[in-house]
């Protein structure tokens, strides 16, 4: 069994900052991309960032600059430091990791959401 908790979503000002973090845990063999998505109320969810094993990043195009995702493998862990927040922010933050679990294979593993908050 494998799980993903998020946490240090929160209320922030609009120019504030956060640090959101995801720990991975259970049976796991090795983790492949992680990234993170968010999704606000009545609006599709959208792809935030994604890194790779290797450290390759891949940003949205509206949180370039702003966000940063960053990962430590010896920890199992993903982070998304947000910086200059914005009203429009405001949503549930998920993240997602590709784990490989024997003897199940290649499994696509999703967080239960953290609610980030950007009051103007």
């Known amino acids: 069994q494998v799980q993903l908790v998020e946490s240090g979503g929160g209320l922030v000002q609009t120019g504030g900052s956060l640090r959101l973090s995801c720990a991975a845990s259970?049976?796991?063999?090795?983790?492949?991309?992680m990234a993170w998505y968010r999704q606000a109320p009545g609006i599709q969810r959208e792809l935030v960032a994604t890194i790779t094993s290797g450290g390759t990043t891949n940003y949205a195009d509206s949180m370039k600059g702003r966000f940063t995702i960053s990962r430590d493998n010896a920890k199992n862990t993903v982070y998304l430091q947000m910086n200059s927040l914005k009203p429009d922010d405001t949503a549930v933050y998920y993240c997602?990791?590709?784990?490989?679990?024997?003897?199940?294979?290649?499994?696509?593993?999703w967080g239960q959401g953290t609610q980030v908050t950007v009051s103007s």
């Open positions: 259970g049976t796991i063999f090795s983790i492949n991309a």
């Open positions: 997602s990791a590709q784990i490989l679990t024997p003897p199940f294979g290649l499994i696509d593993y």
